[in-house]
């Protein structure tokens, strides 16, 4: 066979699927990260160490929140069970460090997808499933009505994130001096800006909502109108694994595309057992198995993601709807409610 015969034959083979050894695409996905959480049998999942909407500890100690849902969810597409998961709470200081040395297999805590963390940590950026920005909350006996007037005031925040530095950009453009006071905890921001220690707390426009909430008296305190950062939050993993990244990446996706179809967690079977004629409802709901077999996963993979969380917007409503934080879902909404939600589509 001459080279140029060989090269149009490894061609044909990659156009049709098969690999060297002949075998067919699904049976050469590898995923070191996959195959370690499936011989554990858990998912180590790194969290926040407690802030409402995004990962906290209810009285009975179950962990909850958006964050949390993204871990069952994935325990749920590769385990099978949605409460196989360990949550590792990780501060801000050590969230990236405990996800390099492989502590935990995912981080999913309230993290902004940033350059600097693509480009210098050796982390993947997966994809964003809750954007935001950086806000301020202050005392309404302040009289402050914009974050143009704390000239001078000391704002409490979180170590090792990048609200210092936006501050310091926010400060320089607007000619002003805002001071921080610095922790490692979110409960213990919380508690000092409780305590009189700092004049406010600032930073994503979430996890501010969320401070809000824990207040003693919630309605003593403001929101200021302006966002000061884009801060896109998301799922890092570690590089190299890119077919553990597909599976956190599409787990979103489906999360997304259950909500643009109309498919919760209620009414999931009872579409699933109608046997839609839809080829994008079929791949939704596990009824297309050789689709799934791509990432190694088995048929009912996405299926089993939506009976354990619901779609995206349930478990937004659940965390930070009106009967929670009361956080409009705002740029989180779908793209067709006017919002940045995209999911790829599953074709």
């Known amino acids: 066979m001459t080279s140029l015969r060989k090269l149009a034959y490894a061609a044909a083979l990659a156009v049709c699927g098969l690999g060297a050894a002949g075998l067919p695409a699904e049976a050469q996905v590898k995923s070191a990260t996959l195959d370690a959480v499936k011989k554990r049998g858990e998912l180590n999942c790194g969290v926040d160490t407690g802030i409402p909407g995004f990962a906290f500890q209810?009285?009975?100690?179950?962990?909850?929140?958006?964050?949390?849902?993204?871990?069952?969810?994935?325990?749920?597409?590769?385990?099978?069970?949605a409460e196989k998961v360990k949550y590792v709470g990780v501060t801000t200081k050590v969230r990236f460090t405990v996800l390099q040395s492989g502590e935990i297999d995912v981080l999913i805590r309230d993290s902004t997808l940033t350059f600097t963390r693509d480009t210098q940590l050796n982390l993947s950026p997966i994809a964003?499933?809750?954007?935001?920005g950086q806000a301020f909350m202050v005392k309404k006996s302040l009289k402050v009505a914009s974050a143009k007037e704390l000239n001078g005031a000391t704002i409490c925040m979180l170590t090792g994130a990048t609200l210092e530095l936006n501050i310091a950009d926010y400060g320089a453009a607007n000619g002003i001096k805002i001071n921080s006071l610095l922790f490692d905890k979110p409960e213990e921001a919380f508690a000092a800006a409780e305590a009189g220690r700092c004049d406010g707390y600032s930073d994503d426009s979430g996890s501010v909502a969320a401070a809000r909430s824990t207040m003693k008296t919630p309605d003593d305190w403001t929101i200021l109108p302006e966002i000061i950062s884009k801060e896109p939050l998301g799922i890092y993993a570690r590089e190299g694994d890119e077919k553990w990244g597909d599976i956190l990446k599409w787990t979103h996706m489906i999360l997304l595309t259950a909500e643009e179809m109309g498919v919760t967690k209620a009414n999931a079977d009872q579409i699933k057992a109608s046997k839609p004629a839809d080829p994008f409802m079929q791949r939704l709901l596990g009824l297309d198995e050789d689709f799934s077999k791509q990432l190694g996963l088995d048929g009912d993979w996405s299926y089993r993601i939506i009976k354990a969380v619901g779609n995206y917007g349930e478990i937004y409503d659940?965390?930070?709807?009106?009967?929670?934080?009361?956080?409009?879902?705002?740029?989180?909404n779908l793209w067709t409610k006017g919002g940045l939600q995209y999911a790829l589509p599953l074709r």
């Open 58 to 81: 209810d009285s009975t100690g179950k962990w909850k929140g958006l964050d949390v849902a993204y871990c069952r969810a994935i325990a749920a597409a590769v385990l099978g069970d």
């Open 318 to 332: 659940e965390y930070f709807g009106p009967k929670a934080l009361g956080l409009p879902r705002g740029t989180n």
């Open 128 to 132: 964003v499933n809750f954007y935001a």
